[in-house]
């Protein structure tokens, strides 16, 4: 059975922990022998002191790992911040972006590799091995092996001007309206090796509940990407980011804001409406499933969406797949 | 007053600290308001990890700045091993060159810099401003801004071939013989900025007690150095680094081994034959003045030369500056 996932960081990392004890525990032999395909989200990279970052295919690669820090979501447990002390005694910039002593181990071997000329999807490969992921059977694929970079327009006391995703996320927290999401380079960029084939070969596609614009948003975007997802004879199904019309996690309605797009789990299925067959929502609140219009195609369950733990995401991830399962005849006819 | 100072690693480092001890407690306000310019050796740079990594002028640096580990020589004080622990487990190469995370930051913030284009002369000074180098009256300044690499030619149970310094000097711990060293890329290397200059226009230029063949011997092979040293009316004073037949510290018994030259104080003088004007030695054990040639031209003095804290340094910088003051009428009327 092969299962591809668009993820983005924390959210998609979580689902994706919670959809391997799902199958790892599953009755049905199929389940345990799934191969996962995790499409990550690039265009939160970075360069930072002449460091390739890649926040969201790290954080999907410790948290499956076991590197994770829990709380936090992002970044490594057992951290330290030695060498960001002492690059702020050098006066190097920025500031704004913590980066721990551990993660930037990542960052130096990704750019050593990089450097050497190893596309990030080879490169990508090599990290996660330490992380043993293979042995888990999840392929971790960036979007894309050309650099995509997510720029964001503000407009604020300093005058209308576009600035880095991170800068914007993590220096401003969102708190600046973002007037437009510019994603650098995606208009030129390839769909990196295996991402096009493991949406077509796939027999379920799963949207965790990332972030439907920075996230999802981006991957999306990416030339063949949403081709394959209309093409493919896989149930594509999503997990609402969204509930009570607040984000789960992270500044998603901020980022709806800047596109028009209400923060509700209903606005967000609209998103995917070309390709999108199952929705799960969270009704707990009673706004949710009422926000979903109506489609043909489109088959909504409610079902409680808070990861707070690995069992409530494995239980999200059961769910997701037993609506597949569900819809696997009706889109296998389309 | 300027004073230049010709430095490799540890020996020149703890020297130039003593200098600056020495200056700073002097009576003579030309002492105190002197001006140090230190030319450092950069043949035992290297890349690791995609990161320039710059020994001898971190050496420097670390010790007049402060953070120096005292014990060891090299290295950052209150070091720790995060990053290079976390590359060994993506298995990264090189891991027997051991790199701090302090200093890890250093290479990082350096290697920045130098990819925006950015020469190296300029990059040190901009780490050296942390280090508060100017504010003692001294520059380091690289030997040149293009990049030399010192290669050694060994012969093992793996065939003849050349291996980078650092590798033969850390990992074979010089243990195996080297056949030859060859300064790759110095015959196309410029002199940096202020190199020549600070050599011509000095009043005095003092040779620590580094290494013969890999710290000043490589310094002397950058072209226009050895002219200049020639030329200069500044009185050329060295310390010997070999006492009783014996380097005070390092290997350099095995490098002047692999250029024909014994371990002596003589024959170390003898590689200066063309400039030297004065020449300190430690004839402690009553071997080495003996070894020194008589030659015209040459003053010879003994003195204790274990440089075993701050003080004594200062006084072997001391017995330096005197017989250099000595020998400033002599070279001034050459």
């Known amino acids: 059975m092969q299962i591809t996932v668009l993820a983005g960081g924390v959210g998609g990392a979580r689902f994706v922990r919670g ?36 926040p969201d295919l790290d954080t999907v690669m410790y948290t499956l790992g ?41 960052h130096v071997a990704r750019s050593q590799l990089l450097d050497l000329g190893m596309p990030l999807s080879q490169v990508t490969a090599v990290l996660c091995d330490r992380w043993g992921l293979p042995g888990q059977g999840v392929r971790l694929l960036p979007m894309s092996d050309d650099p995509v970079e997510t720029h964001v327009v503000v407009d604020d006391q300093d005058g209308r001007r576009a600035v880095h995703f991170q800068e914007w996320w993590v ?11 510019v994603a650098v380079g995606i208009d030129t960029a390839t769909a990196g ?27 999306l975007g990416v030339p063949g990407v949403r081709d ?9 199904v999503g997990v609402s980011p969204i509930v009570g019309g607040r984000p789960v996690r992270g500044h998603a309605d901020a980022c709806l804001r800047a596109i028009g797009v209400e923060t509700t789990a209903g606005a967000v299925a609209g998103l995917y409406e070309d390709f999108l067959d199952g929705w799960l929502v969270d009704d707990t609140l009673g706004t ?47």
Chains 1, 2 share one sequence.
């Not at 002390?85 to 913590?98: K, T, V």
């Not at 220096?171 to 999401?181: D, E, G, I, N, W």
């Not at 394959?228 to 594509?236: C, E, F, I, W």
Request: proline share 7%.
């Open 66 to 106: 076991g590197g994770i820090h829990e709380e936090q979501g992002w970044g490594r447990a057992d951290e330290s911040h030695v060498v960001q002390g002492e690059l702020a005694a050098y006066g190097a910039q920025p500031q704004w972006f913590g980066l721990g002593d551990r993660d930037i181990a990542t």
């Open 288 to 334: 949710d499933l009422g926000s979903v219009r109506q489609r043909a195609g489109l088959t909504v369950r409610s079902r409680p969406l808070l990861m707070t733990d690995v069992p409530a995401a494995a239980a999200i991830a059961g769910a997701a797949l037993d609506l597949a399962a569900d819809l696997q005849p009706q889109r296998a006819s389309v």
């Open 193 to 219: 090796p295996g991402v096009l084939e493991s949406i077509r070969a796939a027999d379920v596609v799963l949207l965790p509940p990332s972030n439907p614009v920075v996230s999802i948003g981006i991957i």
């Open 171 to 181: 220096r401003m927290r969102a708190a600046v309206p973002a007037q437009q999401f």
């Open 19 to 54: 959809l391997l004890a799902h199958l790892a525990d599953s009755p049905d032999p199929a389940h345990r022998d799934a191969e996962v395909t995790v499409i990550g989200n690039t265009g939160d990279d970075i360069t930072l002191f002449g460091l390739r970052v890649c």
């Open 228 to 236: 394959a997802l209309r093409g493919t004879r896989a149930p594509v």
